[in-house]
């Protein structure tokens, strides 16, 4: 299995919403990240978590919590988002702290705030 | 600083055409270089990597050799396919760092 499954594969919520984006692997990877992508845009780091721990936050507004609560397991949540945020979120992991390996993308979550 | 710099799209080719995308970078210490593909609706898949001076990475077709002198990683194919069509993203891991940085991409179309 070398996949990365994201849910939901699209999601539209208001100004005022709260929701979650999630993400699995079951490669036994210990390194998972978030990247946001913009359209026509390249993807852009947002968090790293490092054997279940936050090891890298770019700069990325407390409007976004990431969470990993296991070792498969990549959490993003939301709350009072901006119509800019819109954007594809994309989850990867890797076999190691360092992205020198392979790094395996989900297929992303389409995100749109009205 | 570490930026990827690659040429910009969109890149037009027909069928069984040789292809070119041009990707420099600049980077602290000894970089990894990628290259990753985005076909629509996806998200990204690892297509090739070199992870020193002088390697050749391939896969499907496409190669890519890291140009230590020229800070390069160009990407190549002797003969494209309509199912080639994507945008392909130039990437590096600066040694010591674990995140990828990305080119802005270049889309590739390929007409029959």
Request: proline share 5%.
């Amino acid at each position: 299995d070398t996949e990365v499954t994201q849910t939901p594969k699209h999601l539209v919520m208001g100004m005022t919403n709260k929701k979650s984006l999630k993400c699995e692997q079951h490669m036994g990877h210990r390194a998972m990240y978030w990247y946001k992508q913009k359209a026509k845009k390249p993807p852009e780091l947002m968090f790293v978590y490092s054997y279940e721990k936050l090891s890298i936050n770019e700069s990325v507004p407390s409007r976004f919590s990431p969470e990993c609560p296991n070792s498969s397991l990549l959490n993003l949540h939301l709350h009072a988002l901006q119509p800019e945020d819109s954007a594809l979120y994309l989850c990867a992991s890797s076999q190691a702290e360092n992205m020198n390996t392979e790094a395996f993308f989900g297929q992303g979550t389409r995100l749109t705030v009205v | 600083g570490n930026s990827v710099t690659q040429m910009e799209g969109p890149v037009t080719l027909s069928e069984e055409a040789f292809l070119t995308i041009n990707c420099t970078y600049t980077a602290t210490g000894y970089p990894s270089l990628f290259w990753y593909v985005q076909y629509p609706g996806e998200g990204l898949q690892l297509l090739l990597k070199a992870t020193k001076a002088d390697d050749k990475g391939s896969n499907k077709g496409f190669e890519a050799t890291y140009r230590k002198e020229t800070t390069s990683f160009h990407l190549e194919k002797g003969s494209v396919q309509v199912s080639d069509s994507a945008v392909y993203f130039c990437a590096l891991v600066p040694g010591g760092y674990n995140k990828l940085i990305f080119g802005a991409g270049t889309r590739l179309a390929v007409h029959p």
